[in-house]
């Protein structure tokens, strides 16, 4: 079996799938305000975490290359910002579809930047709460998440309360 069709391999795929969709649900439709909110004055604004986001993703790939390198991106503007992230999640997903080999454990890979990231959404959801935009819950057992799509053309949820 190819590397790339391992069932660890496809696992974690689907996982970063679950990012981009739980990522684009508490990214999407937020107004520009929100971009420098504080709950206090020594928190990350919700841009620089995102853009800590993307710097999960481009470290990781960078880790499944065998090339391990961290950069602290400065913050773009919100919407630049958010298409960084969807940009290095769907690089770091397009190199665990091909045929190249992993210089990392995934096992690494998942409980260092991807469980990162998803804290880092939760954090963002909370963010949007505190500062009067919160998003609606979902079964996300029930949301359409396709491995391969990691872009913000996210499904719609199918049962939010």
């Known amino acids: 079996m190819s590397d790339s069709f391992s069932p660890t391999r496809q696992f974690l795929r689907h996982t970063l799938a679950t990012v981009a969709y739980r990522g ?3 990214l999407r439709d937020v107004p ?23 710097d999960l993703y481009d470290w990781s790939l ?15 503007e919100w919407n630049m910002e958010v298409e960084r992230f969807f940009a290095s999640l769907k690089r770091f997903d397009d190199y665990l579809a091909s045929q190249e080999p992993l210089r990392s454990p995934l096992e ?20 949007r709460r505190l500062a009067g935009f919160p998003i609606k ?25």
């Open 24 to 26: 684009c649900k508490t």
């Open 32 to 54: 520009a305000s929100f971009a420098e909110f504080k709950s206090v004055d020594s928190s990350r604004t919700p841009v620089q975490i995102v853009a800590h986001m993307g």
């Open 62 to 76: 960078s880790i499944a290359r065998g090339e391990e390198k961290w950069h602290n991106a400065r913050p773009l």
């Open 108 to 127: 690494r890979l998942f409980q260092g930047p991807i469980a990162d990231s998803l804290t880092h959404i939760g954090q963002l959801a909370m963010l």
């Open 137 to 161: 819950g979902e079964n996300y057992m029930l949301a359409e998440i396709t491995t391969g799509r990691l872009g913000s053309d996210q499904a719609e949820p199918r049962q939010e309360f």
